[in-house]
């Protein structure tokens, strides 16, 4: 549980940390200027794709409710994250295929905290939709049986005409 909820509170730091590390890693590692230009358009968006996948997972009741996010997120985001820093280290011949594996997982762990949350609404939504079936039932059933025990007179009269 402790894992979980470290991931939970590293969301929001992450999406400041991570760009700024990879403005470090330039400094640190001296790749060429021309990766300084990919930096100032890459950074920005990892801003806002890290604030976006966190306010998914925090959008969740049982995220907000356990201050805690799913394993599923935890290794998803362990991936990612992972990769953000390995390619943050520009190695030679290898950062490429990093930059690729980080979108990809970048990708698929937006879509999978987007399904988790479409799932867990949908539930919420039956859940309570359930109750409310369940609740006004017995309701109808005992208003029905109160009128005259099922039975009904009918009178009519009819009106002279003169």
Same mark, same amino acid.
Request: net charge neutral.
């Given at each position: 549980?402790?894992? $979980?909820? &470290?991931?939970?509170?590293?969301? =929001?730091?992450? &999406?400041?940390?991570?760009?700024?590390?990879?403005?470090?890693?330039?400094?640190? +590692?001296?790749?060429?200027?021309?990766? =300084?230009?990919?930096?100032?358009?890459?950074?920005?968006?990892?801003? %806002?794709?890290?604030?976006?996948?966190?306010?998914?997972?925090?959008?969740?009741?049982?995220?907000?409710?356990? $201050?805690? %996010?799913?394993?599923?997120?935890?290794?998803?985001?362990?991936?990612?994250?992972?990769?953000? %820093?390995? +390619?943050?280290?520009?190695?030679?011949?290898?950062?490429?295929?990093?930059?690729?594996?980080?979108?990809?997982?970048?990708?698929?762990?937006?879509?999978?905290?987007?399904?988790?949350?479409?799932?867990?609404?949908?539930?919420?939504?039956?859940?309570?939709?359930?109750?409310?079936?369940?609740? &006004?039932?017995?309701?109808?059933? $005992?208003?029905?049986?109160?009128?005259?025990?099922?039975? =009904?007179?009918?009178?009519?009269? $009819?009106?002279?005409?003169?």
């Amino acid at each position: 549980m402790f894992i $979980r909820k &470290a991931f939970y509170w590293w969301l =929001f730091p992450s &999406a400041v940390v991570l760009p700024v590390w990879l403005l470090i890693g330039w400094a640190i +590692f001296h790749p060429s200027g021309w990766t =300084f230009l990919g930096l100032l358009v890459i950074c920005p968006i990892l801003f %806002v794709a890290q604030l976006a996948i966190g306010g998914i997972i925090a959008a969740r009741k049982t995220a907000r409710e356990e $201050r805690a %996010v799913s394993w599923i997120d935890v290794g998803l985001l362990t991936l990612w994250h992972a990769s953000i %820093v390995v +390619f943050g280290c520009f190695l030679p011949g290898v950062s490429g295929w990093i930059a690729v594996v980080g979108v990809l997982l970048g990708l698929a762990t937006f879509w999978v905290s987007l399904w988790e949350l479409v799932t867990e609404a949908r539930l919420r939504v039956k859940q309570t939709f359930d109750a409310y079936e369940r609740a &006004a039932q017995p309701n109808t059933a $005992r208003s029905a049986s109160v009128v005259d025990g099922g039975e =009904f007179i009918v009178i009519e009269e $009819r009106r002279d005409e003169r």
